[in-house]
């Protein structure tokens, strides 16, 4: 058969889309254009959403001949370093190829996560995605040809084999193919209960620190509880919004808690269940007391070898010195800051609670919920506490009923 094939890559061919062009037909001869025109694509094969989504890839497709499979796992786009509450626009995008494809002729798959729980690599996905095209009767090619170009392109050979096998089994019967990993996925589901998310988060505040630590969080969650019950009527809203902000606030992540994450068995079960044989781990870290400064001002990173780990352990069994005097990390800004943010709360908190009211409830859950938006580390958290504070003083002029007097300026100059 005859063949010809045209990419088109963006920003350099780093982190920009690719669309490929791919022309398949009984002879060379046939094929007097590479590039494919509008509206006469046979087949979309769409291993990212968001690149499927395109124009450059809806121009090429339509109803009466057009196919699609398309991986609607969602990966991040470059947006969200810009927008950080940029939220993933998924359903409109399925939405969009449907509509342009017919909706009983697209397939949408969450390829990347099977595949990477199948394989371990999420570098198989694109292989999935093409055995699964190819037992939907969409490709054009034996599945021995496929099979020794494999072969001949001499890479990963087996690793690519079996991802093209698994998206073949995936086409004929989905669920059995999910079910093979489902033994591997925990059931979980968010805490949604008042005592749901007051029982995780102590827990979790116990292993952060102690019991003790954990109590000083359930004890104020449950002054707000009382409150919300005597004003009224019953614990609700306020008391979510407490026990997550509060939360939030006391599992500030220092560096006790960054050495107890590494440590806890959690990670290297991760790290064994996506990597075979050897491997090295390198740490890319600015600490505080070890850091130069940057032209910009902010600390650079360093890179540590994988001697971290047993530097972690050490540092793990230390987190009962955390804001004591013994604790040489809480005399750094940081840390300092992030301890006076669980004080003003609480301040803060003990005024909403006196102002409480049924016409004022939504307001006082809007000023606790807005820790939320203290995210970050170093130069990025400051500023955002910065805002962070500055918003807050707005909203509780606004609970308090302080009224603010408009200043009119004449420029005459």
Known sequence: KGCATMNQTGLAQKFGPVVSHLRIAKQQQDIYAVRIPAGDADLLLGCDLVVSASDEAIA?????????????????????IYDRDTVFPGNSMKQLISAEVGAEKVDFIDATELATKLLGDSLATNFFM??????KGYVPVSGE??????ELNGVAIEFNRNAFLWGRRAAEDIAAVRQVVAPAVEEWRPAE????IVDFRFKHLVKYQDLAYA?????????VRRREQEVLGAAGELSISVAKALHKLMAYKDEYE??????????LKKLGEAFEGDFKLQFHMAPPLLSKMGADGHP?????????????????????LRGTKLDIFSYSDERRLERQLIVEFKERLTEILSRLNRDNVGLCCEIV????????????????IGQYRIRRQQLLSRLRGDIVQLVEVDNAA
């Open 60 to 80: 090429k497709v339509n109803t009466e001949r057009s196919y699609a499979v398309v991986n609607d796992s969602e990966v991040t786009t470059a947006e969200f």
């Open 130 to 135: 093409l055995g699964f095209a190819y037992q």
């Open 145 to 150: 040809a496929i099979d020794r170009a494999i």
């Open 193 to 196: 209960s008042l005592d749901e």
């Open 215 to 223: 109590e000083q969080f359930k004890g104020v969650v449950d002054q």
């Open 258 to 267: 960054v050495a107890r994450l590494y440590t806890d068995g959690d990670f």
């Open 300 to 320: 650079k990173k360093r890179v540590f070898a994988s001697w971290m780990m047993s530097a972690f352990k050490v540092l793990a069994r230390f987190k009962s």
């Open 369 to 384: 919920d807005l820790v939320n938006d203290v995210r970050g580390f170093g130069h990025v958290k400051e500023a955002a």
